[in-house]
């Protein structure tokens, strides 16, 4: 039993290694952006918003476009139809059966503003940039990192990974957001519980 606790410790240990490894060659072969600061206005980023308890206030011609807008009880209401780059002229009220949105991007400010030193370059892909006039500018250029908790998820009983042989690596501290690429996730009674997505990631607290 030693001998097996050993030998996965130190199968976790070269993993981890070896998921660092990844995550610095992919800041490596991020966009080279030259470092002189933009003078954009603002920048809109459509992300998940609102919940059943935190309803928004927005109805189906404002909201934007790739977004899904449902009921407080989960229902489909509809596809925004707002264009970020090209905004509808839209009525402001409150559509009383819209409570959230699902967006591709769940965390961060839709509205960014100010925007600081961001430029087209340095601006997330998905996310619109707008001059101080108002007018449309670009799309970012960049991938925008995920932003990941280093909490352990109680769920996981073990982990495999191509970068190991597909080898089951058990007592792992990992969760669904710091899951390297390819990286699948399983529970206890061994059903799949998620695989990593080729992204970096920033950790929070």
């Given amino acids: 039993m030693a001998v097996h606790k050993e030998v996965s410790s130190l199968a976790y240990l070269l993993v981890l290694g070896l998921l660092v490894l990844v995550s610095a060659m992919e ?6 952006c ?11 980023c459509p992300r998940s918003e609102g919940s059943p308890e ?12 790739g977004c899904n807008y449902y009921s407080a009880n989960g229902t489909f209401i509809c596809e925004g139809q707002s264009d ?32 600081g030193c961001t430029t087209c370059c340095t601006g997330y892909k998905g996310c619109y940039y707008f001059g101080k006039d108002g007018k449309f500018v670009c799309e970012g ?9 280093l909490e352990c998820d109680s769920r ?10 597909l080898a089951k690596l058990n007592q792992v501290c990992v969760n669904c957001c710091t899951a390297g690429e390819g990286c699948k996730l399983y ?17 929070t607290t």
Avoid: F, W
């Fill in 27 to 32: 800041h490596v072969d991020a966009k080279a």
């Fill in 34 to 44: 030259t470092l002189e600061c933009g003078n954009l206005g603002y920048g809109i």
């Fill in 54 to 65: 935190n309803p928004i206030c927005t109805n189906c011609c404002a909201g934007y476009k």
């Fill in 84 to 115: 970020p780059k090209n905004p509808k002229a839209c009525p402001r009220n409150c559509d009383p059966h819209i409570a959230y949105s699902k967006c591709s991007r769940s965390r961060g400010k839709t509205l960014i503003y100010p925007t």
């Fill in 141 to 149: 250029e960049s991938i925008e990192p995920k932003a990941c908790t």
């Fill in 156 to 165: 996981v009983a073990y982990m495999t990974c191509p970068s190991s042989g």
């Fill in 187 to 203: 529970g206890y009674d061994g059903s799949l519980i998620c695989t990593g997505e080729p992204q970096s990631y920033i950790s």
